[in-house]
């Protein structure tokens, strides 16, 4: 088959990736890729945001599959235009993508089918004066977000009510946010481990992958600002295959019942962000596509093959759930970012990279915002540069994190940093010991 990956980032590279070593995959295209993408793939005559091009010239080369990465164009309804022109393509309509594009939407569907999360009250616009009042009541922490997609920096945990007032004001202000913080979600905070499960379905049975977990913060030791991702592992222990199973029937079943039920049957991935309570697993967000950088770390452990599985997903017919990735085995991912990131950063510093032969066994460089400078040298072109990932397929954390840090540590540009504990919960409590 012919497959068209949709995408720029470490997310697509992985999924390029692990596309490429299907027997079943004859040509993988990408737009609009990277630097590394290039490596694996060939570039697609259309741009990305141009459905009807996209759709002609997918006809045109025979692509069997469209593998969709990013958000944005599931929430403009990349999905629906290629349907309706009768070829098959991985993600969710845009009426299914709402439960990431809007969390209004979300935390009203969790709630109409009692799936746990965090108590919330939603505000729209001109109701300023409800939400001040609010947040001087309600018990802190206290968490606002922004209701539409705002690349992962809409979401501000206050600890206190000025802190709280002050992010309301810079979500609610247009020339931050736009049209995403207009309707704002004021929510309970929620303590707990975070992990990330990914569940790919074709709206009705689903195959549940690595559960992971993901660094948001900036610094070692979960200091500083938010960020898109500064690393990831998997298998996370903390989600033991006892908890997988509790998440997937609390979870995942009724999410994918209660869209059915709705008229927004969900297919593709769905992104489980979660806190793992003490009341038990609590959804923090819904993600309508796989996560970046998590899918670094789990698409390398999946045991099956990524095509079929993805194939499977858009024409509807997935076998029944099974847990097919290399429980024994790990993964760790830690991101490379540009001087300054998640803050203002400068891009077009060369990158120097070790020899394939100075690169630690099962290492892999996953490119993110890399591009080529005019001599066409490798430079950095985005916040987070590079993944590098190391693969164990038989073996624990511990082996994982020093290849990963061995290769990191061969890899330089200008101003780069990246941090120095991913995975290193997961070592100090081995997988399957609670
Ligand atoms: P989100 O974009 O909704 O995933 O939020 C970004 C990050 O903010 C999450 O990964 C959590 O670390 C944190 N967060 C969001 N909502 C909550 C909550 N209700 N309680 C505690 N932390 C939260
Ligand atoms: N890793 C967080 C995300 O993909 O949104």
């Not at 003490?278 to 670094?296: H, I, L, M, S």
Request: hydrophobic fraction near 40%.
């Amino acid at each position: 088959m012919n497959v068209l990956v949709i995408g720029s980032g470490g997310r697509e590279h992985a999924l390029v990736w692990k596309l490429a070593q299907s027997p079943r995959v004859k040509r993988i295209y990408c737009t609009p890729g990277n630097p590394g993408i290039a490596g694996l793939a060939l570039p697609f005559p259309a741009e990305s945001g141009n459905f009807p091009r996209l759709i002609a010239e997918a006809r045109h080369l025979e692509i069997d599959l469209t593998v969709v990465g990013p958000e944005g164009p599931l929430a403009a309804g990349i999905v629906d235009a290629f349907r309706e022109a009768g070829l098959a393509i991985f993600g969710p309509t845009r009426r299914a993508a709402e439960l990431e594009w809007s969390k209004a939407f979300a935390k009203d569907f969790m709630k109409r089918h009692s799936i746990p999360s965090a108590l919330y009250r939603t505000f729209h616009p001109g109701e300023a004066g409800q939400t001040q009042a609010y947040i001087g009541s309600c018990p802190l922490p206290l968490v606002i977000k922004a209701d539409g997609l705002a690349a992962g920096k809409g979401v501000v945990v206050c600890q206190t009510r000025d802190e709280a007032v002050r992010a309301l004001e810079e979500i609610s202000d247009p020339s931050s946010f736009g049209s995403a913080g207009s309707t704002v979600v004021v929510e309970e905070f929620m303590n707990g481990e975070e992990a990330s499960v990914f569940a790919v379905t074709d709206g009705s049975h689903f195959v549940t992958l690595a559960p992971a977990q993901d660094h948001k913060r900036v610094f070692d030791g979960d200091r500083g600002k938010n960020t898109g991702g500064m690393g990831a592992y998997a298998p996370a222990p903390c989600v033991t295959p006892s908890l997988l199973s509790t998440i997937e029937e609390r979870i995942i079943v009724p999410t994918l019942r209660g869209m059915a039920e709705e008229g927004r049957a969900y297919t593709g991935c769905l992104y489980a962000g979660l806190m793992l309570t003490a009341e038990g697993p609590k959804v923090v967000e819904y993600n309508c596509r796989f996560g970046d950088p998590e899918t670094q770390v789990v698409l390398p452990l999946y045991e099956g093959d990524l095509a079929e599985l993805l194939g499977a997903s858009a024409s509807g017919s997935l076998e029944a759930p099974r847990t097919p990735y290399a429980a024994r085995g790990s993964a760790v991912c830690v991101v490379l970012a540009s001087g300054g990131y998640p803050g203002r950063y400068e891009t077009g510093k060369t990158i120097t990279l070790p020899g394939n032969d100075e690169t630690p066994r099962g290492v892999v460089l996953f490119h993110a915002g890399t591009g080529r400078g005019p001599d066409g040298s490798l430079v950095t072109a985005g916040g987070r540069v590079m993944g590098v990932t190391a693969v164990r397929p038989d073996e624990g954390m511990a082996s994982a994190i020093a290849a990963a840090y061995e290769a990191a540590g061969k890899i330089s540009f200008e101003g780069m940093h990246f941090r120095r504990d991913i995975g290193a919960r997961a070592v100090a409590k081995p997988f399957g010991i609670k």
